[in-house]
Nanobody, 117 residues
Framework: QVQLVESGGGLVQAGESLRRSCAAS????????MGWYRQILGKQREWVAT???????NYADSVKGRFTISRDNAKNTVYLQMNSLKAEDTAVYYC???????????WGRGTQVTVSS
C-alpha cells in the first residue's frame, strides 16, 4: 500500500503562510486523488481540499481563497500552500491518497500546524 510522508508543519503567526508537502511512496499520477484533511482539537476530522489526478481541485469554504492545493506527479508529491493563516486553522493536518480504482483511502501520520494570534 502507498506510504505518505508529510512535512512542513509548525508554528506561525496569524497572517503568515506555510506550505505542507506530502510525498507518496509510489506513482500517484493516474492512480490517486490526493488531498488534505484536518482535525481541530476536540472536533471531528474535516475535509480541507482535494486534487484529482488531472489537476482539478476543490476546497472547503473555510479555506477557499486562502489555501491552494497542487500536485507534482513527477515527484509523487502533493502540496498545500496555506496563506493568510488564522488561529482557527490550528489543527493536525493529514494528507490522504484515494485510489481511483476501488476508492481505498490511505493516510499520512498528520502534522501539527499552530497559528498564534
Amino acid at each position: 500500500q502507498v506510504q505518505l510522508v508529510e512535512s512542513g508543519g509548525g508554528l506561525v503567526q496569524a497572517g503568515e503562510s506555510l506550505r505542507r508537502s506530502c510525498a507518496a511512496s509510489e506513482i500517484i499520477g493516474g492512480f490517486y486523488t490526493m488531498g488534505w484533511y484536518r482535525q481541530i482539537l476536540g472536533k471531528q476530522r474535516e475535509w480541507v481540499a482535494t486534487i484529482t489526478s488531472s489537476g482539478s481541485s476543490n476546497y472547503a469554504d473555510s479555506v477557499k481563497g486562502r489555501f491552494t492545493i497542487s500536485r507534482d506527479n513527477a515527484k509523487n508529491t502533493v502540496y498545500l500552500q496555506m496563506n493568510s493563516l488564522k488561529a482557527e486553522d490550528t489543527a493536525v493536518y493529514y494528507c490522504f491518497a484515494r485510489r481511483i480504482i476501488g476508492r481505498t483511502d490511505y493516510w499520512g501520520r498528520g502534522t501539527q500546524v499552530t497559528v498564534s494570534s
